[in-house]
């Protein structure tokens, strides 16, 4: 059974930074997506970032474009997630998720793994 165990939120002020960590555990396929989404007070659940764990491809959501970065250390099965420049905008209960992959692509996310997520919160 595979597990995803977030950690690294808290609450900072506009302009500063935090760096979230997901740990992933009891995988059995290298090939996979790593994602990281965030759902604020009253709004469904949106991707943020989200890499292959060959660390080929990234994708990142225009509101976080250029201020959060992610990556991974495929040693630890540890994938980060760098936010700067934070906003209140950013604020929400983070998640990240492992789903399979394909040569078309990372399979549906509805289908994912998903840790129980780490809160954000950014103050004005």
């Known amino acids: 059974q595979v597990q995803v165990v977030e950690s690294g939120g808290g609450s900072v002020q506009a302009g500063g930074s935090l760096r979230l960590s997901c740990a992933a555990s009891?995988?059995?396929?290298?090939?996979?997506?790593m994602g990281w989404f965030r759902q604020a007070p009253r709004k469904g659940r949106e991707r943020v970032a989200s890499?292959?764990?060959?660390?080929?491809?990234?994708f990142y959501d225009a509101s976080v474009a250029g201020r959060f970065t992610i990556s991974q250390d495929n040693a630890k099965n540890t994938v980060y997630l760098q936010m700067n420049s934070l906003k209140p905008d950013d604020t929400g209960m983070y998640y990240c998720?492992?789903?399979?992959?394909?040569?078309?692509?990372?399979?549906?996310?509805?289908?994912?793994?998903w840790g129980q997520g780490t809160q954000v919160t950014v103050s004005s």
């Open positions: 009891g995988a059995t396929s290298s090939s996979a997506c």
């Open positions: 890499i292959y764990t060959s660390g080929i491809n990234t």
């Open positions: 998720a492992r789903t399979g992959r394909t040569r078309s692509g990372c399979l549906p996310w509805d289908s994912a793994y």
